[in-house]
């Protein structure tokens, strides 16, 4: 299998028959063998029932379901474990993501021969309670993993040799750091790919200060981990 597409969501019904229609069309454009595994992160509105009405709809659509909200790491672990795709491609449920960038996250692991390939976001439109935190995690996270290339390690867009998602594990909020326990597990061929930011369509974002919080000490864990 060409792709696997690793989808963590919570709260997010309005969005996901839109946002698979627009995977399907880019994946069915480029001719690509692919899968969209939903992780349902024990959402409390209508979001299982969405996906089990596009697993019923296609062959391509396979999820899981927690019973109830554990976070986007756990999220991404059990994802990633299912995955079967040579390469595996990480974006978030809301339409901020753009499917259109697949095709070339694709080409930059299977023809550059990168290991991880990051987004970034250049133009944002976030609140600035999203996006000052955003920018705190991102310089501390260039400081302590000495990975200067990358300018927004925590953007939910990213690509992966299913090797390095098999390599490592991912708790609290780790998800914000996998390019640095990429490269604790070995892999150091690491790029970035500046991609379009859309503004949310539906919902609301759900970072905050806790996680801001919860993420800064999962960081300190690192890097005692790495000593």
Known sequence: MDISVVIPLYNEEESLPELFAWIQRVMDANHFNYEVIFVNDGSTDHSWQVIEKLRSESDNVKGIKFRRNYGKSPALYCGFEKAQGDVVITMDADLQDSPDEIPELYRMITEDGYDLVSGYKQKRYDPLSKTIPTKLFNATARAVSGIKNLHDFNCGLKAYRSEVVKSIDIYG???????????????????????????????????????????????????????
Not at 173 to 187: C, D, K, N, V, W
Request: hydrophobic letters at 40%.
């Open 173 to 227: 909020e780790m998800h914000r750091y996998i390019p640095m326990l990429a490269q604790g597990a070995g892999f150091s061929k690491i790029g970035e790919k500046v991609v379009q930011h859309r503004a949310r369509k539906y919902g609301h974002t759900k970072f905050g200060l806790e996680r801001f919080v919860n993420g800064m000490l999962d960081m300190i864990s690192i890097v005692v981990l790495r000593r």
